[in-house]
């Protein structure tokens, strides 16, 4: 008999033991090359573990397991072959009782009769991306009904049990009402390591946050203009993440100590601007990074942008891709914030935070108007940053909301470039 052994791959340089979130397979299951068999959950990120060979896997550790990289989780022998009645959700036409279960479960049923209940759904038969919404919104997978293959729970079937509200009867359909239930879960890794992090950025940090406020009018306009040209030539939407992310990298140029960061006694210093852009994911919030970001255009930012938030949403982010920026923009305005005090996020000396655009009355030229406004913070590290910096650096990238043009002028006045001032 042939076999492979699958062992626990490095997710990343200093990490030394991961937790296996789930198996997405059961132990004798036939499974084919590559086919993704278990998630492993680490400080740094949750990776898939996938089959080397296609045949029947031997599970080694339980689920919720913590192992050391490098060891052995599962076997797989090469003997057996997938084929057309043997697939990776292991219904083989034989005569095992729990493989023609699976099997009945593939086929369309009828509704169960008044008085009756469908089985319940278990954790381990939903998608990785639709077990992780339930986990962080609190929902019980007994409570969700599948529709994915063998009655799969997918992330399109928890979206519509939480967006369900309230039948006509008057029963709460989102597991809200009063029942005295409670649940435990056990915090992730990642969840662990980020909120270490975090508590040590308040202790080892001198940490203050800088406020302004900037009006949005001129982007706007800008925007409203153009979107549409610019969504049809760029093929990306244009969005205001990429006006910030833009006038932050001309402000970095002219206040490098914001960009820098503390390394024992010296101060390191970066020729080059990589900007984390923070975004929501299943798994919470994740920070990939946008390198180089002082070369972009817009539609460069833009297209980036989307392109991580697709794979955090899908939870596809590599630790390469959420390593080394040297600082970070996140925008809480997105689910409303008026005004946070954003968290830098270590080894970062700086973090930008953007809220919600609200109507506000403002005076101008001795005027009471209304103009959209944004609160931002800039949250810094004292210690390699003084007040001066900080709250010039803010208001360099105001002065350039307010005015797009000074971005193609590096924070200058068109017509100081042009006197060569």
């Given at each position: 008999?042939?076999?492979?052994?699958?062992?626990?791959?490095?997710?990343?340089?200093s990490?030394?033991?991961?937790?296996?979130?789930?198996?997405?397979?059961?132990?004798?299951?036939?499974v084919?090359?590559?086919?993704p068999?278990?998630?492993?959950?680490?400080?740094?990120?949750?990776?898939?573990l996938?089959?080397?060979?296609e045949?029947?896997?031997?599970?080694?550790a339980?689920?919720?397991?913590?192992?050391?990289?490098?060891?052995?989780?599962?076997?797989?022998?090469?003997?057996?072959?997938?084929?057309k009645e043997?697939?990776?959700?292991?219904?083989a036409?034989?005569?095992?009782?729990?493989?023609?279960?699976?099997e009945?479960?593939?086929?369309?049923?009828?509704?169960?009769?008044?008085g009756?209940?469908?089985?319940?759904?278990?954790?381990?038969?939903?998608?990785?991306?639709?077990?992780?919404?339930?986990?962080?919104?609190?929902?019980?997978?007994?409570?969700?009904?599948?529709?994915?293959?063998?009655g799969?729970?997918t992330?399109?079937?928890v979206?519509?049990?939480?967006?369900?509200?309230?039948?006509?009867?008057?029963?709460?359909?989102?597991?809200?009402?009063?029942?005295?239930?409670k649940?435990?879960t056990?915090?992730?890794t990642l969840?662990?390591?980020?909120?270490?992090?975090?508590?040590?950025?308040?202790?080892?940090?001198?940490?203050?946050?800088?406020?302004?406020?900037?009006?949005?009018?001129?982007?706007?306009?800008?925007?409203?203009?153009?979107?549409?040209?610019?969504k049809?030539?760029?093929?990306?939407?244009?969005?205001?993440m990429?006006?910030?992310?833009?006038?932050?990298?001309?402000?970095?140029?002219?206040?490098?100590?914001?960009?820098?960061?503390?390394?024992?006694?010296?101060?390191?210093?970066?020729?080059?601007?990589?900007?984390?852009?923070?975004?929501s994911?299943?798994?919470?919030?994740?920070?990939?990074?946008?390198?180089n970001?002082?070369k972009?255009?817009?539609?460069?930012?833009?297209?980036?942008?989307?392109?991580?938030?697709?794979?955090a949403?899908?939870?596809?982010?590599?630790?390469?891709?959420?390593?080394?920026g040297?600082?970070?923009?996140?925008?809480?305005?997105?689910?409303?914030?008026?005004?946070?005090t954003?968290?830098?996020?270590?080894p970062?000396?700086?973090?930008?935070?953007?809220?919600?655009?609200?109507?506000?009355?403002?005076?101008?030229?001795?005027?009471?108007?209304?103009?959209?406004?944004?609160?931002?913070?800039?949250?810094?590290?004292?210690?390699?940053?003084?007040?001066?910096?900080?709250?010039?650096?803010?208001?360099?990238?105001?002065q350039?909301?307010?005015?797009?043009n000074?971005?193609?002028?590096?924070?200058?006045?068109?017509?100081?470039?042009?006197?060569?001032?």
């Open positions: 008999m042939a076999t492979v052994d699958i062992k626990v791959p490095s997710p990343g340089e990490i030394s033991e991961v937790r296996i979130a789930q198996w997405l397979v059961k132990n004798g299951d036939v084919e090359k590559d086919q068999i278990a998630e492993i959950d680490s400080d740094k990120a949750t990776l898939e996938s089959a080397e060979e045949g029947r896997v031997e599970l080694l339980e689920a919720d397991a913590t192992v050391n990289v490098g060891d052995v989780v599962a076997r797989i022998d090469t003997s057996v072959k997938a084929g043997a697939k990776s959700n292991g219904a036409k034989s005569g095992n009782k729990d493989v023609k279960e699976k009945k479960v593939n086929e369309k049923t009828p509704d169960p009769p008044a009756k209940t469908a089985p319940a759904a278990s954790a381990q038969h939903a998608t990785p991306v639709a077990k992780a919404v339930m986990a962080e919104k609190g929902i019980s997978p007994e409570k969700v009904k599948g529709t994915g293959p063998n799969r729970i992330r399109s079937d979206e519509a049990y939480v967006s369900g509200g309230v039948d006509a009867g008057g029963v709460m359909l989102n597991g809200w009402g009063g029942s005295r239930d649940q435990s056990r915090m992730s969840r662990k390591k980020v909120g270490q992090r975090l508590v040590s950025v308040k202790n080892e940090t001198a940490m203050l946050t800088t406020f302004n406020e900037v009006d949005m009018s001129a982007v706007m306009e800008l925007r409203n203009r153009f979107k549409d040209k610019f049809e030539e760029k093929g990306v939407n244009l969005g205001f990429s006006f910030f992310t833009k006038a932050v990298t001309e402000a970095l140029r002219l206040f490098p100590n914001v960009n820098g960061q503390i390394d024992g006694d010296e101060i390191v210093n970066f020729d080059y601007a990589d900007v984390g852009i923070a975004v994911s299943p798994k919470g919030l994740m920070v990939p990074v946008l390198r970001a002082e972009m255009s817009l539609a460069e930012i833009e297209s980036g942008i989307k392109t991580l938030a697709v794979k949403r899908d939870g596809k982010l590599s630790i390469e891709e959420m390593s080394g040297t600082f970070t923009i996140t925008n809480g305005g997105v689910f409303g914030s008026m005004l946070s954003p968290i830098i996020n270590p970062q000396s700086a973090i930008l935070g953007m809220h919600n655009i609200v109507d506000r009355p403002v005076a101008v030229n001795g005027q009471v108007v209304i103009r959209p406004i944004m609160y931002v913070a800039l949250s810094y590290d004292h210690r390699i940053i003084d007040g001066k910096e900080s709250v010039s650096f803010l208001m360099a990238v105001k350039m909301i307010e005015d797009p000074k971005m193609v002028f590096g924070g200058r006045e068109p017509g100081e470039v042009l006197l060569g001032l």
